[in-house]
């Protein structure tokens, strides 16, 4: 069955910096476009970064783009988006996500 478990989430002040995880088992990322998703409390679900299949073009949403890189070490079937200059309006819970698969999330919270 395939499966995917996030990591890395916690509470960090605003300006600090997280690298949350997404590893997978079951089947092999490199095959796949992978993305990650946060839903913040009231509010919908927002895409935020995504990597193409075999670690090409990354995307990123508006409100993250020049903090947040995403990147995936295939050898370690895992993907990770590294997040700097937090804000209090990065507090969410994040997810990845491949296909229908939904790993549990990791929440993050920005507060001093």
């Known amino acids: 069955q395939p499966q995917l478990v996030e990591s890395g989430g916690g509470l960090v002040q605003p300006g600090g910096s997280l690298r949350l995880s997404c590893a997978a088992s079951?089947?092999?990322?490199?095959?796949?476009?992978i993305g990650w998703i946060r839903q913040a409390p009231g509010k919908e679900r927002e895409g935020v970064s995504c990597?193409?299949?075999?670690?090409?073009?990354?995307y990123y949403a508006d409100s993250v783009k020049g903090r947040f890189t995403i990147s995936m070490d295939i050898a370690k079937n895992t993907v990770y988006l590294q997040m700097s200059s937090l804000k209090p309006e990065d507090t969410a819970v994040y997810y990845c996500?491949?296909?229908?698969?939904w790993g549990q999330g990791t929440q993050v919270t920005v507060s001093s």
């Open positions: 996500k491949v296909v229908a698969y």
């Open positions: 990597i193409e299949k075999g670690g090409g073009n990354t």
């Open positions: 079951g089947f092999t990322l490199d095959y796949y476009s």
